[in-house]
């Protein structure tokens, strides 16, 4: 099915370092999601951006929504063993509407070294 | 806990038989989602319902899935004639449908339900 293209697809770093990953997409989307999910349980957002440009943040949590609508970072200061898991975008009401679906990256998968 | 719920978080079955997954959305919204989501992979849409009306389905959704919100409250996901290719994490989220783009599009996600299929 279609998907966004996120990147990377996973990041072994220190504790303490800053995180960056990004997604992008050929549709233009009008709502970016940014979850967690741990193993075995479901995806929990943790920013929502609903308008190009926004910049939002969530504690050491930052996002963006591209200026092109196709395109969202998300980034993490001062990362902790907690932050480990894995990240997924998710984008909804394309170009045809709100279709109500969210359309998910692939996820990256972010390991913190104490 | 007034989030997302869903029974049972896991099943393991054989193949051929069939099983049946519920959710119980967050108590005012609207919008119910099922999504499937294989190892390493991220959820895909299977099926959505504004209150009890079905509004779309995925063509993941086989003739051997059926999905229903009889009450607009809960809602169920039966698979018929189970296959191991049905092994995955059903995952169900909600949402408030309003004039309001922020409440209708941000989607709270359950714990899931791991199917397995022998």
């Known amino acids: 099915g279609q998907q966004l293209n996120q990147s990377p697809q996973s990041m072994f770093i220190q504790e303490g370092e800053d995180v960056s990953m990004n997604c992008t997409s050929s549709?233009?989307?009008?709502?970016w999601l940014w979850y967690k999910q741990d193993p075995g349980e479901g995806p929990v957002l943790l920013i929502a951006?609903?308008?190009?440009?926004e910049l939002t943040s969530n504690g050491r949590l930052t996002a963006q929504f591209g200026i092109t609508r196709k395109d969202s970072f998300l980034n993490i200061s001062a990362s902790i063993p907690s932050d480990v898991g894995i990240y997924f975008c998710?984008?909804?009401?394309?170009?045809?509407?709100?279709?109500?679906?969210?359309?998910f990256g692939q996820g990256t998968t972010l390991q913190v070294k104490p | 806990d007034t989030g997302v719920s869903q029974n049972p978080r896991h099943k393991i079955t054989k193949r051929g038989q069939n099983v049946t997954f519920r959710c119980d959305p967050i108590?005012?919204?609207?919008?119910l989602y099922w999504y499937r989501q294989t190892l390493g992979q991220g959820p895909e849409f299977l099926t959505y319902?504004?209150?009890?009306?079905?509004?779309?389905k995925s063509r993941l959704l086989s003739d051997r899935f059926s999905a229903e919100r009889p009450k607009g409250s809960f809602s169920t996901l039966e698979i018929q004639r189970t296959e191991q290719g049905d092994s995955a994490m059903y995952l169900c989220?909600?949402?408030?449908?309003?004039?309001?783009?922020?409440?209708?599009?941000?989607?709270?996600f359950g714990p899931g339900t791991r199917l397995t299929v022998l």
């Open positions: 989220a909600s949402s408030l449908m309003t004039g309001d783009l922020k409440s209708t599009d941000t989607q709270y």
């Open positions: 549709s233009i989307f009008n709502t």
């Open positions: 951006l609903y308008k190009a440009g």
């Open positions: 998710a984008g909804t009401g394309s170009e045809g509407g709100n279709t109500g679906k969210l359309i």
């Open positions: 108590s005012e919204h609207n919008r």
């Open positions: 319902f504004q209150n009890e009306a079905q509004l779309e």
